[in-house]
């Protein structure tokens, strides 16, 4: 059974989104979607901040400026944020860090592509992994499609149960 296209950018639920055109298959059941950015790290560099500050350092010697440009999107944690400004050692962000305080830290900026996270909510045990192919008009510099199991499925209740 195949789903119909889904968009690159779909989002998690509601109309045209991943969760509905998986529910239309009738081997699926009930699923929950979750759609993140995808993120990739900044190559060879490593930074450090400061809670309550808008300024990452670099501790290496890459050029920022050759990596990172005006509004993308980095990921520092948990935290997201936008950049305001970049220069060849330093990063200004749009807004406050409020994380901990890091000296060494792994930076990630978007991929500009998105991951989903389906968990089959109806389904008991291990389930088989989805298959993603590529569809009509695939294209761009580096498009992928990778299947991922985050966590295997619980095997069923069995034995005797007293309430």
């Given at each position: 059974?195949?789903?119909?296209?889904?968009d690159?950018?779909?989002?998690?639920d509601?109309m045209?989104?991943?969760?509905?055109?998986?529910?239309?298959?009738?081997?699926?059941?009930?699923?929950?979607?979750?759609?993140?950015?995808?993120?990739v790290?900044?190559r060879?560099?490593?930074?450090?901040?400061?809670?309550?500050?808008?300024?990452?350092?670099?501790?290496?010697?890459?050029?920022?400026?050759?990596?990172?440009?005006?509004?993308?999107?980095?990921?520092?944690?948990?935290?997201?944020?936008?950049?305001?400004?970049?220069?060849?050692?330093?990063?200004?962000?749009?807004?406050?860090y409020?994380?901990?305080?890091a000296?060494g830290a792994i930076?990630?900026?978007?991929?500009?592509?998105?991951?989903?996270v389906?968990?089959?909510?109806?389904?008991?045990?291990?389930?088989?992994?989805l298959?993603?192919?590529?569809?009509?008009?695939?294209?761009?510099s580096?498009?992928t499609?990778?299947?991922?199991?985050i966590?295997?499925?619980?095997?069923?209740?069995s034995?005797t149960?007293?309430?």
């Open positions: 059974e195949t789903t119909e296209p889904i690159h950018d779909a989002p998690a509601g045209n989104s991943v969760e509905s055109k998986l529910k239309r298959l009738s081997t699926i059941g009930d699923v929950s979607v979750d759609r993140y950015l995808s993120k790290p900044i060879n560099e490593l930074f450090t901040i400061n809670t309550g500050e808008h300024i990452l350092q670099r501790m290496g010697a890459i050029d920022l400026t050759a990596a990172l440009s005006i509004s993308d999107i980095i990921f520092i944690g948990e935290e997201v944020h936008d950049i305001a400004a970049v220069t060849v050692s330093t990063v200004t962000l749009n807004d406050t409020n994380g901990p305080p000296n930076i990630y900026k978007w991929a500009y592509g998105y991951e989903w389906v968990t089959f909510t109806s389904h008991v045990g291990k389930q088989s992994l298959v993603g192919s590529p569809s009509e008009s695939w294209a761009g580096n498009p499609i990778n299947i991922f199991r966590r295997e499925g619980l095997q069923p209740l034995g149960l007293q309430l």
